[in-house]
């Protein structure tokens, strides 16, 4: 049995969105095997008094704030800093001296680096002088230099987002040293999608990435009856609404299918569900039928009141956790290619589309045609399951023994 130290950007529990859906499975399934201890940061919505759910499944835990980053900071760090704006998202005097207190103090076999986001932290694991240096596992939750690198290609196509565009052009690249030598440092990578794995060896050739998918505990969707009140026929979405890829598809949908959707289904609803809505999506709450709710407490009753979930990602990179929330709660799913992007033969389990007109034409059919619905609901339920843990864990478990 091994003793392992995990490092999260967030609380991972109630497990309500992707980063932290991922890191609860993980941490629950090495919990059930080894000796896990937690470091993590709170997000500012978060508490720093860890839930009981999350204290009784490890030996010990500390919860640290979110440090406050302003965007002085980032341009000031974009002048003079080599390192990727990510890399510098959560950097804390408190969080390093606790990580430095613990390795002083317990004799930890592995420390697992959830996001590259918390990879700063690994430049602590040589200080520690007391025992033998653990082991290191990196989870690359995307291809952060590919995700940042297809968010500029997408923005140096309209002018207006040109200022955009130089910035991502500065951070890709950026990431991409970063990211490499990162993985290069970890003695374990895991990668979330054969794909990502393969742009990762892009970058490092010699590398040999356990490729574990974004999962889910299907079961615990599967029982989920919860049912928001929505006007129907209801299209939903849900995400952090704040993040790039997930702005930039609503806006998309938002201008180019919406309407043909609107034109069909007079009475139809978008409810766009999730935490901190960006202000370029201010807008929208202007259109007939389109709900901003924000910050809600679970996502789940919504996904399950949808006659059909949406994902119109167009920027991405990894695989959407989102989707997986969605099939194990059977529903009728369309989405863009590159929204499922990482899983195998999503076609069989949605419905894919990349232009507007398809992609509203298929929205449209699914709200109309009930048969259709439910015979592609019941597809994505049986989908899911590939993507339990207990099926998505053993290659990590079998590298940790």
């Given at each position: ?31 059930a ?18 839930p ?82 653990p ?21 140096f196509r ?11 052009a500065?951070?890709w690249?950026?990431?991409?040293r ?22 990762l ?132 799913i ?30 449209i059919?699914?709200?109309?045609d ?15 399951h ?16």
């Amino acid at each position: 049995m091994a003793h392992i130290l995990i490092l999260t950007p967030q609380v991972p529990y109630p497990p309500r969105q992707g980063t932290a859906l991922r890191n609860w499975g993980i941490l629950r399934g090495l919990a059930a095997q080894h000796r896990v201890s937690l470091l993590t940061f709170a997000a500012p919505d978060q508490a720093t008094t860890p839930p009981p759910s999350l204290a009784d499944l490890v030996e010990r835990i500390a919860i640290i704030p979110q440090p406050i980053r302003t965007t002085r900071d980032r341009l000031r760090d974009l002048l003079t800093n080599p390192r990727p704006d990510l890399a510098l998202r959560l950097a804390s005097a408190a969080f390093r001296q606790q990580l430095r207190d613990w390795l002083d103090t317990y004799p930890f076999d592995w420390v697992l680096v959830e996001g590259l986001e918390m990879a700063p932290y690994l430049d602590l694991l040589p200080l520690s002088t007391v025992y033998r240096l653990p082991s290191t596992i990196f989870d690359d939750h995307n291809c952060e230099y590919l995700l940042q690198k297809r968010a500029g290609s997408a923005d140096f196509r309209r002018p207006r987002r040109w200022p955009a565009a130089l910035y991502s052009a500065i951070q890709w690249r950026r990431l991409r040293r970063y990211e490499a030598a990162v993985c290069r440092r970890a003695d374990v990578v895991v990668a979330v999608s054969e794909a990502d794995a393969r742009a990762l060896q892009q970058i490092v050739p010699t590398l040999d990435p356990v490729v574990i998918p974004n999962g889910i505990t299907v079961a615990e969707y599967a029982a989920f009856t919860e049912r928001a009140e929505l006007h129907q026929p209801a299209f939903v979405f849900t995400g952090t609404m704040d993040f790039r890829p997930n702005v930039d598809g609503i806006l998309w949908f938002a201008a180019e299918v919406w309407p043909h959707i609107r034109a069909a289904l007079p009475n139809a609803h978008c409810y766009v569900v999730g935490r901190h809505p960006h202000r370029r999506l201010d807008a929208l709450r202007e259109m007939p039928g389109m709900v901003i709710t924000g910050s809600v407490p679970d996502t789940r009753p919504y996904i399950n009141a949808a006659a059909v979930y949406i994902v119109p990602l167009l920027v991405g990179g990894g695989t959407r956790l989102k989707l997986l929330e969605a099939t194990s709660m059977g529903k009728a799913i369309v989405s863009t290619t590159l929204g499922a992007e990482g899983f195998a033969a999503p076609e069989t389990a949605m419905t894919l589309a990349d232009a507007p007109s398809a992609f509203a034409d298929a929205c449209i059919h699914l709200a109309q045609d009930a048969v259709a619905r439910v015979q592609l609901e019941e597809r994505a339920r049986a989908y899911a399951h590939a993507y339990d843990w207990d099926v998505l864990l053993p290659p990590l478990l079998a590298r940790l023994s």
